[in-house]
């Protein structure tokens, strides 16, 4: 189980979370959305460490990881995928799998692995992680790493950023057949609609406070409705 107790963080006097306080179960499928630059994306970073909070604590299976660094945190079983997945010169797909184990995987190994997020690992071992590469494949490519891994929690920021529509409509099919098989949580920083159906639970984030935390049903409707409201009011504006 993961827990936020009383996070707070600011930069360039703005205060960008401001006593955060969350938990989530084990072996659950959260998506946090909200308004963009209300701390979405920086609470996903907390958890992986790539931030530190000004205060509060952050708790992994009921241990304190707030002081811990990123290797701590991943070899404690946390998995991250950035929004734009990195590029790594002169290494392929294959080498990335063997890195994200932690050992030399078999041809089979690799092809469930690549299976699980849509590819086929004919086509893609021997491909270099570079801009021969489609956003929609680094994406899958980078998920697929996560799987490998086997974190008991999975983070993924933004993931639909910077695909089109054929791409991501293939990886809301990843992330249900993840939901339906990984042991551990997923954690998914999304303000897509179809991303949110599939959740267990939703995460409501706004101006760096938690606005609502419940299942889909209760959230989403007031959520769509909020947003439909607030695109009337700027129609009528102009």
Not at 7 to 32: E, M, P, S, T, Y
Not at 43 to 65: H, W
Not at 107 to 129: A, N, P, Q, T
Not at 188 to 211: M, P
């Amino acid at each position: 189980m993961l827990e936020l107790k009383d996070v707070c963080f600011a930069r360039g006097g703005k205060q960008i979370l401001d006593k955060v306080n969350l938990k989530i179960d084990d072996k659950k499928f959260v998506v946090i959305t909200g308004p963009n630059g209300g701390g979405k994306s920086t609470i996903a970073k907390m958890i992986m460490g790539i931030e530190k909070p000004d205060s509060g604590k952050i708790f992994f299976n009921g241990e304190d990881i707030t002081e811990k660094s990123i290797s701590e945190r991943a070899n404690m079983g946390i998995g991250f995928a950035f929004q734009q997945p990195v590029r790594f010169k002169g290494i392929t797909v294959e080498d990335l799998m063997d890195l994200s184990v932690g050992r030399k995987t078999n041809f089979v190994e690799k092809c469930d692995i690549l299976s699980s997020v849509g590819l086929c690992s004919k086509d893609y071992l021997k491909r270099e992680i570079n801009s021969s590469l489609s956003g929609g494949e680094l994406k899958r490519i980078e998920i697929a790493t996560v799987v490998a891994r086997g974190t008991s929690l999975s983070i993924f920021d933004e993931p639909e950023a910077g695909i089109d529509l054929w791409s991501f409509n293939n990886l809301i099919e990843v992330f249900e057949n993840m939901s339906k098989t990984i042991q551990g949580s997923i954690v998914i920083i999304s303000h897509q609609e179809r991303i949110l159906n599939i959740a267990d639970q939703v995460i409501l984030i706004e101006k760096g406070k938690v606005k609502e935390i419940g299942n889909k049903d209760d959230i989403l409707p007031n959520l769509l409705n909020s947003t439909t409201r607030a695109c009337s009011r700027v129609k009528e504006a102009k």
